[in-house]
């Protein structure tokens, strides 16, 4: 999983690698010790081992950055405030069958707030999952 820079000192990494199996690290280990910009993402997440990357920077990625099968985004619709959510919002993405393992959730893009989940995948289909009952 990769951390969008806004998530960065948080504490996030940490408490995600609680019940996340797979490693959890920030974008810029990447491509250190340089400026990132957002166009830059989706070929740098092409590089990478199907990652799962997630941002609360959702007007940048959400409907403007393309689904790739190389990898997945999650575009959280919280602000950094809010960061204590993240965690528990993202184990009741996985917990879904569309995002449940690495090879169902590459080729999508997701935008996830509290109540609803939207994602589009790499044949631009837009689905919408209602998710009231497992709201954080």
Known sequence: MVL???LQ????????SRWY????FLIQELRPYTVIK?????ALLRKA?????????????WRKCP??????????????????GIPL????????????????RM????????RLIQFYDFRKNVFHILNLSKTP
């Not at 199996?21 to 959890?24: F, H, I, M, S």
């Not at 997945?72 to 619709?77: D, Q, T």
């Not at 919002?89 to 169902?104: G, N």
């Open 4 to 6: 969008d820079e806004q």
């Open 9 to 16: 000192g948080l504490g996030l990494e940490e408490e995600i």
């Open 21 to 24: 199996r797979g490693a959890v």
């Open 38 to 42: 957002d166009e830059a993402i989706p």
């Open 49 to 61: 081992k199907k990652p799962t990357f997630i941002t609360i920077n959702h007007s940048d990625f």
């Open 67 to 84: 689904a790739h099968q190389a990898y997945c985004i999650v575009c959280l619709k919280l602000s950094a405030e809010d960061y204590e």
């Open 89 to 104: 919002l993202l184990r009741h993405l996985f917990q879904l069958p569309e995002f449940r393992t690495k090879k169902s």
């Open 107 to 114: 080729g999508k893009v997701a935008l996830v707030s509290r």
